[in-house]
């Protein structure tokens, strides 16, 4: 028979053995990353006399909620509002709106799709996932707590950052996750994009951020305004205009009213899209798709219109503002 410390030396040198393997599988998955990094971003042919705008946020740039996010999302609307309303040069509308992103994936692929598609102007909307979904936050940076519940959050963000990690999720357990097909390949750089579902394991699991918590809220402004006044600074160092939106309604544990502050610093346009659900919610208008939170194809078409009126205030359009509730204002 073997001793007792003959066996505790194999399972230690097991152990050992599948550590080194380990980390020789992530190196590999790290070294493929930057080889894939390393091509050359050929920006995206763009027509003379063509304006682009890129519209990059979650769900709500998306156009979830609308009977058809191709047609109806607000990058869709607004496509269509400029072509048709503006005297002015063409214009194209690109949605890289992808469902349950946060603000750190949008911010790690900002200067990459700003690159790829060599925009005149940027619309952005983020930050209302930030509170749930962890992948790639920066979120630690200013977590104050206690010990213990730092490590426990320092854990979870190294463990979603292994490679090995995600290539595991991706194989064996595509169920728990929400691989967000739509607009990928124009919405992500070439690393992979992983967002985790929207459900109660989720938020259970998450930050399950509260505006009510002095130590979560510190931390997620502190780190969501750092990506925000990173995507500022990366747009003005391509010399391109910036334009963030206010969202259309709360979010969990108020968080809103934190992405609302940050705003309120930006030397940038800020379109005030909560303010045009709330009057819309004066005039009874239906303006919400089934989950009752995003828009509907009518709250779409506000955000555009939204929109085109604040190009018309830079500038940008030379033509008269649209009437947002022009039927039920005159009633």
């Known amino acids: 028979m073997q001793s007792k410390s003959s066996i505790k030396q194999k399972l230690l040198l097991i152990i050992f053995g599948l550590f080194i393997a380990l980390l020789l599988t992530e190196g590999f998955f790290r070294i493929a990353g930057l080889i894939v990094h390393e091509e050359n971003i050929l920006p995206s042919e763009k027509k003379d006399n063509t304006y682009r705008i890129l519209c990059i946020g979650d769900s709500s740039t998306y156009g979830l909620g609308s009977t058809d996010s191709e047609k109806y999302s607000y990058p869709a609307q607004l496509h269509t509002l400029l072509n048709t309303q503006s005297s002015n040069n063409e214009f194209e509308v690109v949605n890289l709106g992808v469902r349950g992103i946060n603000s750190s994936q949008v911010v790690n692929r900002f200067k990459y799709n700003i690159l790829k598609y060599n925009p005149d102007m940027v619309i952005v909307m983020i930050g209302i996932n930030d509170g749930w979904n962890l992948e790639e936050s920066n979120i630690l940076k200013y977590y104050n707590e206690r010990f213990i519940k730092k490590?426990?959050?320092?854990?979870?963000?190294?463990?979603?950052?292994?490679?090995?990690?995600?290539?595991?999720?991706?194989?064996?357990?595509?169920?728990?996750?929400?691989?967000?097909?739509?607009?990928?390949?124009?919405?992500?750089?070439?690393?992979?994009?992983?967002?985790?579902?929207?459900?109660d394991e989720t938020r259970r699991k998450g930050f399950r951020f509260s505006y009510r918590n002095p130590m979560k809220a510190s931390a997620f402004y502190h780190a969501l305004n750092d990506n925000i006044t990173s995507m500022v600074k990366i747009a003005e160092s391509q010399h391109i205009q910036a334009v963030f939106m206010t969202y259309h309604a709360g979010g969990y544990g108020g968080v809103n009213k934190i992405i609302n502050q940050i705003y309120a610093q930006l030397s940038v346009p800020i379109v005030d899209i909560g303010s045009v659900f709330k009057q819309a919610k004066k005039l009874e208008l239906d303006v919400r798709g089934p989950d009752k939170w995003h828009p509907n194809d009518l709250g779409y078409s506000l955000i555009a219109k939204s929109i085109y009126n604040d190009m018309i205030s830079l500038g940008i359009i030379n033509d008269d503002k649209i009437e947002l509730f022009p039927m039920q204002e005159n009633k």
């Open 151 to 199: 490590l426990l959050l320092s854990l979870e963000l190294i463990v979603n950052r292994l490679k090995v990690y995600q290539f595991m999720k991706l194989v064996f357990i595509p169920q728990d996750l929400d691989i967000s097909t739509e607009n990928l390949e124009d919405s992500s750089s070439p690393s992979e994009l992983i967002i985790a579902p929207y459900n």
